[in-house]
């Protein structure tokens, strides 16, 4: 090899060896950067010597696709788990102390006492005070459940105007990317930001990504609405100010494609908006269905019978009276419209005995026709009413023919394992959302100590180059000297 081969191999380690810690150093500098990605210095043969060729990202594509729908499913489960503690405390309270079952078993008590004692006044009163707070209960149940209902409503929409602000972002990010591969600039820097972006993207709906040429990127979700091609697609909802039983959210729409809600505790839903709509159309309808069920049976189960006439809202009645809600059939909103029949309240005029005595609907319908201070038979028959079977709507999703004690009681277990299973699938989904990312950061991610390891080979082969270039100007040297 001659002076001058040796001479330019060295120089060409010696440039490779700045570039190559050029890149060492900004692995070090970026290692606590959870959206950076390790960088490798490609080198190229050439005669004589070698060079730097390129600088690439360690990238895992597949692990990178799966941290992604993990990422999404656990925003979708965090939503609806959030969610759910947030509709606990508003509608059954700590403790369920607010439930509608806790208000009826109370008043059973007063019922069962007053039946014991049907000749005192003061027992009546308290009977009917037992019965106005299960009306408040349901009452109060329901105006909270609207409100979660327009709270959602809410975080939805700004859930959307954050999914089109990222979008925007993206765009921008992507046509860097774009036009830098086409000029053969180096776009790792923008490419990881497109990749922090997908992952913020994620936390809102599923993604499925499609690379093209020049590094171009089409977004989708996972239904197959267009999210971004070259550019973002629209994402619109409307969100409404105030709330009905039984009124319908509005859909999100993605490209013109509505967002799917998903079911159950564990849920299905990818993406916090999902969640937030299986929220909003499932567990809180639901809720209110069985609310509106224990209202309508309040309704059947005190209405007054008389002898070949129609049956009346007796203790408790609604809107739609003189008629007596029909049997098995849910009626929107009955829990926010049901009341306590003015007949037997004191307060306005009535009396609380016609609870032991019947009459609020005429004389057809007294049943203590003797008007016997002990008569107890019509308290105790309303006693056997709440708990003899009776036919609910299927679309409450509990038990369709149980009695009304334990479809009040069955409505908190429905909840409360809806709750558990929407919790425990958080925490499973955290952990493998958490596990992908280690993964992930293990494939692609900066080890200090490795990347220290490397800094300190790169010394050692800077010393040799350094050694080589010294001997061959010794050598120079030496055969000047000679020369002369």
């Known amino acids: 090899m001659s002076l001058s081969s040796a001479l330019a191999i060295a120089q060409s380690s010696l440039l490779n060896n700045g570039r190559q810690t050029s890149v060492v150093s900004r692995n070090v500098q970026e290692a606590k950067n959870p959206d950076y990605t390790r960088r490798v210095a490609l080198v190229s043969s050439t005669g004589p010597g070698a060079r730097v060729v390129d600088i690439q990202r360690v990238t895992n594509e597949q692990l990178f696709r799966q941290n992604l729908s993990a990422l999404s499913s656990w925003s979708g489960q965090g939503a609806l788990s959030s969610g759910l503690e947030q509709l606990e405390i508003s509608v059954n309270g700590v403790d369920n102390s607010t439930t509608a079952a806790t208000a009826l078993a109370k008043f059973q008590e007063a019922l069962q006492t007053y039946s014991a004692s049907p000749s005192n006044r003061s027992l009546a009163e308290n009977a009917i005070d037992a019965a106005r707070q299960v009306v408040r209960t349901l009452n109060g149940g329901t105006a909270s459940i609207q409100s979660f209902r327009v709270d959602m409503d809410g975080q939805i929409a700004t859930a959307v105007d954050e999914l089109n602000g990222l979008l925007a972002e993206f765009k921008d990010v992507n046509t860097a990317v774009t036009l830098g591969t086409r000029a053969g600039r180096d776009v790792n820097d923008a490419l990881d930001q497109r990749d922090a972006l997908l992952k913020k993207i994620s936390e809102y709906v599923p993604l499925s990504t499609l690379s093209r ?234 080890n200090v100590d490795a990347e220290m390891s490397l800094l300190l080979d790169l010394e050692h082969s800077y010393e040799a180059s350094a050694r080589i270039i010294k001997a061959v100007d010794e050598m120079l040297a030496a055969l000047l000297a000679a020369v002369r």
């Open 213 to 446: 040429g020049d590094n171009d990127m089409v977004l989708m979700t996972k239904d197959g609405a267009t999210l971004f091609e070259k550019v973002p697609r629209t994402v619109s909802f409307q969100a409404s100010t105030s709330y009905g039983a039984g009124s319908a959210g509005n859909p999100v729409y993605i490209d013109g494609v509505p967002v799917g809600l998903g079911s159950g505790g564990n849920t299905d839903a990818s993406g916090k908006i999902a969640g937030m709509v299986q929220l909003r159309d499932d567990v809180a309808t639901k809720m209110q269905g069985q609310l509106d069920e224990i209202a309508r049976g309040l309704v059947t189960a005190f209405a007054e019978k008389g002898t070949a006439v129609a049956d009346r809202p007796g203790l408790f009645t609604w809107p739609g009276a003189p008629a007596v809600p029909a049997a098995g059939t849910l009626v929107d909103g009955l829990a926010g419209s049901i009341r306590i029949n003015a007949a037997f309240d004191s307060s306005a005029g009535g009396n609380p005995e016609l609870l032991r005595d019947g009459g609020a609907n005429g004389a057809a319908y007294v049943v203590n026709t003797g008007g016997n201070a002990s008569f107890a038979d019509l308290l105790i028959a309303y006693g056997d009413r709440m708990d003899q079977p009776m036919a609910f709507d299927t679309a409450a999703g509990l038990t369709t023919n149980i009695s009304l004690s334990n479809f009040s009681t069955a409505s908190i277990g429905w909840f409360q394992a809806v709750r558990k299973d929407a919790s425990e699938g958080a925490e499973n989904k955290e952990a493998l959302a958490t596990r992908t990312q280690e993964a992930l950061s293990n494939a692609t991610g900066v």
